[in-house]
Nanobody
Framework: EVQLVESGGGSVQAGGSLTLSCVASGYTAMNYCLGWFRQTPGKEREGVASIDTFGITNYTASAKGRFTISKQNAKNTLYLQMSSLKPEDTAMYYC?????????????????WGQGTQVTVSS
């Protein structure tokens, strides 16, 4: 069974940085897509960034230039480095995975979600 465990959330002031981590286990697919989504109360969960088996990355417009998604295969770990954080980045951040091949963007239907990690950015 695939498991995703996020960590690294917290509270920072605007302009600060955080790095989220997601340890993935139990997947055996050769081709997969990993990504980060976020959700605030009353809003739909939205894709932030994704990366596939081949290292192809995708970012939502608000994340481009500020966030970097990466993965360390040896540690089965996905990262999201976030800098120049803004109050509007405040959300619960979720790691997600599917094994249907390429990501083809940041919004897709995961096969599995992590439990989420809270990011709070104060002004």
């Amino acid at each position: 069974e695939v498991q995703l465990v996020e960590s690294g959330g917290g509270s920072v002031q605007a302009g600060g940085s955080l790095t989220l981590s997601c340890v993935a286990s139990g997947y055996t697919a050769m081709n997969y897509c990993l990504g980060w989504f976020r959700q605030t109360p009353g809003k739909e969960r939205e894709g932030v960034a994704s990366i596939d088996t081949f290292g192809i990355t995708n970012y939502t417009a608000s994340a481009k230039g500020r966030f970097t998604i990466s993965k360390q295969n040896a540690k089965n770990t996905l990262y999201l480095q976030m800098s120049s954080l803004k109050p509007e980045d405040t959300a619960m951040y979720y790691c997600a995975i599917h094994s249907r091949g390429l990501c083809l963007g940041v919004n897709w239907s995961p096969a599995k979600w992590g439990q989420g990690t809270q990011v709070t950015v104060s002004s």
